[in-house]
C-alpha cells in the first residue's frame, strides 16, 4: 500500500503537472489518455500483464501492476487543483528568481496539499480493498487471506479475525487522511479574477517529456488493450461459446440495473434530506453512508454471509442479499450526483406548487423528479457500471448457478483458460468507457491544446 501510494502520487503529480502546467502538445489528448486506465478494471489489467509475462508475481509485479491501474485517482484531483491555482503567486515567485522546480515545490504543491491527500486516500482504500489483481499475481494480502480462509473454514473465525483487522486499517487511513489534511485554507480571498496561466515552455525537455507520458500510457492502456486482442484471437480459434457469453452479459446486465435502481432510489431520501433538512441528523445520516464504502467488498460480503446464515437462512446466496451488499458499496456513487442535482434545484417551483394546492405525490411526479432526474440517472450510471466490474462480494454472494462477466473471467483466468477469459473481460473494458468518458468530460473543458 505504501509503494503503491507513493508510486502514484509521483506519477500522477508529474503528469498533472505537464498536462496543466508545461507547454507539451496535445494537452487535450493526453488528459484522455492519462484518464483511460479507469476503464481497465484492475484484475483484467492483472491478467493481460500475467497472461504475457508468467514470472510477474513478484512484488514489484504487483506494485507495477496496481501502479498502472490506480494513478489516475491521484492525476484526476491534482489536474482539478492545478486548474485552479492562481498563477499570480507563481509568477511572483518566479519574478523573485526562484527556478521551475523551486516555484513547484515552494508554491504550488503546498497548494495540492488536499488533493494530494485525497487522492493518495482512495489509492490506499482501493488497494486495501483489491482482490482479484493480487490473487491473479498470487501475492498474499489481507482480501486474499480472508477468501482463503473463507473458502477452507466458510466463515470460520480466522476469516471475521482478519476481516476486522482490515476494517482498523481502513479507519486509521479515514482518520489520518483528515488529520494530515489539517484546516488550511487554500482559496484565493482577494478581488478580480485570476490571470489566465502561461504554461512552462519545455524546449529541449519536450521530447524527454513525451516519451515519459508515451511509456506511461503505452504500459497503463496499450499493454491491456494488446493483451485482450491477442487473447481474443487466440480464443476465436479455439470455439468461444457465445451462447454462454450472451446469458452471462444478459445475467450482469440485468444485476446491474436491479442494483442501480434500488442504489439511486436509497440515495434519493439521503440526498434530498441533506440539503433540504441541513442539520445533524441529517449529515450523520449523509456520512454514515460512506462508511459502507470505505469497507473492502469481501468484509461486507462475509458480514452479509453472516448475518443471512445466523438470522434470515432462507435469504443466503439469494439475488436481494447480494442486491444489498451492491447497495451498501456503492451508494455513496449515487448520494453525491442526487445531492448535487437537489443543490441546483430552486425550492421555489415546489413552493408555488404547494400553494397552488398540488399535493405531495403529484409534487414529487411533476416537479421534484424532472428537476433531479440529471442527477438521478448519472447516479444510477455509476452505479450500473460499478456494479458491471464488481468481483469480490460477487464470488461470495451470488446465488449457484448465477454467472456474471467478472465471476465468468475470473473462472476462466483462474484455470489459465486465457482466450476463454477475454471475450468477458473485453465487453466489461468496453462497458467500463462510458465512467472513464464521464469523469473526464468535466475536466477536459478549459484545456487549450
Known amino acids: 500500500m505504501l509503494g503503491t501510494v507513493v508510486c502514484c502520487g509521483v506519477l500522477g503529480v508529474g ?39 508468467p514470472g510477474l508475481d513478484t512484488y514489484a509485479g504487483a506494485l507495477l501492476v496496481v501502479t498502472l491501474s490506480y494513478f489516475p485517482f491521484v492525476y484526476l484531483p491534482v489536474a482539478a487543483a492545478f486548474r485552479g491555482l492562481d498563477p499570480a503567486l507563481e509568477d511572483t515567485a518566479r519574478g523573485l528568481g526562484l527556478s521551475t522546480w523551486a516555484v513547484f515545490l515552494r508554491v504550488q504543491l503546498p497548494q495540492l496539499r488536499v488533493a494530494l491527500l485525497g487522492g493518495g486516500l482512495l489509492v490506499a482504500l482501493h488497494l486495501l480493498a483489491e482482490f482479484g489483481a493480487l ?19 466458510f466463515n470460520g473465525p480466522g476469516a471475521t479475525m482478519l476481516a476486522g483487522v482490515l476494517v482498523l486499517l481502513c479507519l486509521v487511513l479515514l482518520i489520518a487522511e483528515i488529520r494530515l489534511r489539517g484546516r488550511r485554507g487554500y482559496a484565493r480571498s482577494g478581488r478580480g479574477a485570476p490571470r489566465p496561466v502561461r504554461p512552462v515552455a519545455l524546449r529541449r525537455l519536450t521530447a524527454p517529456a513525451l516519451l515519459a507520458l508515451g511509456t506511461l500510457v503505452g504500459l497503463a492502456v496499450a ?17 468461444v461459446d457465445w451462447a454462454d457469453l450472451g446469458s452471462t452479459t444478459s445475467t450482469t446486465l440485468g444485476l446491474a440495473a436491479a442494483a442501480a435502481a434500488i442504489t439511486t432510489a436509497m440515495a434519493l431520501p ?9 442539520g445533524r ?34 435469504l443466503y446466496q439469494t439475488v436481494p442479499v447480494l442486491l444489498a451488499a451492491y447497495a451498501i458499496l456503492f451508494l455513496p456513487r449515487a448520494i453525491v450526483t442526487v445531492r448535487s442535482a437537489v ?21 414529487l411526479r411533476r416537479i421534484t423528479l424532472p428537476l433531479l432526474a440529471p442527477g438521478i440517472g448519472a447516479g444510477a450510471a455509476l452505479v450500473f457500471l460499478a456494479v458491471v466490474t464488481e468481483l469480490t462480494a460477487t464470488l461470495l454472494l451470488a446465488p449457484t448457478g448465477t454467472r456474471t462477466l467478472a465471476t465468468a473471467f475470473w473462472a476462466a483466468s483462474s484455470a489459465v483458460d486465457y482466450g476463454a477469459a477475454a471475450p468477458y473481460a473485453v465487453i466489461m473494458v468496453l462497458l467500463s468507457a462510458p465512467a472513464t468518458v464521464l469523469l473526464s468530460r468535466d475536466a477536459r473543458r478549459g484545456l487549450t491544446t
Do not use: C, K
Open 15 to 53: 503528469a498533472a503537472w505537464l498536462v496543466e502546467r508545461s507547454s507539451v502538445p496535445a494537452r487535450r489528448i493526453w488528459h484522455v489518455l492519462l484518464v483511460a486506465p479507469l476503464a481497465v478494471p484492475a484484475f483484467v489489467n492483472s491478467y493481460a500483464w500475467i497472461s504475457l509475462l
Open 135 to 153: 490473487q491473479m499475481l498470487r501475492y498474499p494480502t489481507f482480501t486474499t487471506a480472508i477468501y482463503d480462509q473463507y473458502r477452507a473454514t
Open 223 to 239: 499493454v491491456p488493450l494488446w493483451s485482450l486482442g491477442y487473447w481474443m484471437a487466440r480464443g476465436a480459434g479455439s470455439a
Open 270 to 278: 439521503a440526498g434530498w434530506l441533506a440539503v433540504r433538512a441541513r
Open 281 to 314: 441528523v441529517a449529515t450523520l445520516l449523509e456520512r454514515s453512508t460512506y462508511l459502507g464504502s470505505s469497507v473492502p467488498g469481501i468484509v461486507v460480503a462475509l458480514a452479509l454471509v453472516t448475518v443471512s446464515i445466523r438470522v434470515t437462512p432462507w
Open 343 to 363: 443543490e441546483q434545484a430552486p425550492p421555489l417551483y415546489d413552493d408555488v406548487a404547494a400553494s397552488l394546492g398540488a399535493s405531495a405525490p403529484d409534487r
